[in-house]
């Protein structure tokens, strides 16, 4: 009976060793996910960044030009002249 207490007792760390193994091996893909998640994240905070700064400068082209617009035709509307 001892040493059906001893491939018990055998049986039960192995099985433990397997638990704690899985355990680690899941802790360590959850690390690694969230590593790539956090990458990722940086990433696109970069590129959007850089992308929405292109596009500010843009409208902001766009906004003066309008201005100028604005003042032709007002010029325009004022002295109708000035197109004849």
């Not at 360590?28 to 959007?48: K, M, P, V």
């Not at 596009?55 to 003066?64: G, Q, S, T, W």
């Amino acid at each position: 009976m001892g040493r059906a207490g001893g491939i018990t007792n055998a049986v039960n760390v192995g099985i433990a060793v397997q638990a704690d193994w899985e355990n680690r091996e899941f802790i360590s893909n959850i690390s690694l996910n969230a590593r790539r998640l956090f990458d990722f994240l940086l990433q696109f905070e970069a590129t959007t960044k850089s992308k929405l700064a292109a596009l500010n400068e843009k409208l902001d082209i766009l906004e003066r030009r309008l201005e100028v617009l604005e003042v032709q035709v007002s010029s325009a509307t004022t002295n109708p002249c000035v197109f004849t």
